[in-house]
């Protein structure tokens, strides 16, 4: 699969994107650096759905959506998902109105494609969701950091009937 080109040209759009979605399915994503990297997952699936690592940054990964990874066990999702550190810069939400989820699933040493699920969250949602658990701020990261960040937990995906996917 090409690489999705940056600048303008980006904007293949949101049909393009969900076929790429589609075309990863079942997929084993490439992971590089430490085990101890926490984002190599998100940027394997980065480079498997986009063709290249967008990485951190004000805007979101793709210009039709957010990308966000999620890490599943068979019909659970075992950890919350992280949507964006909180600074004075930038707010991570304002990048997340439309979130393309990639469920992501290790079996073994490898970790594998099993779904997706494409989101659209409205401003005044979240606070709707923050009121609800299903949005939360926590550390953000390394032990001993004030760093914080918002995530979503994971009653947030089987409660809007996102996972397990049947």
Excluded at 68 to 81: D, L, T
Excluded at 93 to 103: A, E, H, P, S
Aim: glycine share 14%; hydrophobic share 40%.
């Amino acid at each position: 699969m090409d690489p999705i080109p940056e600048g303008p040209a980006a904007a293949g759009g949101l049909d393009e994107l969900m076929t790429r979605a589609r075309a990863i399915v079942g997929k084993r994503v490439s992971l590089v650096g430490p085990s101890t990297h926490k984002g190599r997952v998100g940027e394997g699936v980065e480079r498997l759905l986009l063709g290249r690592v967008i990485g951190a940054g004000p805007g979101a990964d793709h210009p039709a959506a957010e990308v966000k990874s999620v890490p599943v066990i068979g019909e659970r999702v075992v950890e919350r998902v992280k949507l964006g550190v909180l600074s004075d810069r930038s707010h991570p939400l304002g990048k997340c109105g439309r979130i393309l989820f990639v469920f992501c699933e290790r079996r073994g040493d490898d970790v594998f494609i099993v779904g997706h699920a494409l989101v659209t969250i409205e401003d005044a949602r979240w606070l709707e969701l923050w009121r609800a658990g299903l949005l939360v701020e926590t550390a953000a990261g390394i032990s001993g950091d004030e760093t914080r960040g918002l995530y979503l937990t994971p009653r947030f995906f089987y409660e809007r009937g996102l996972w397990p996917v049947v």
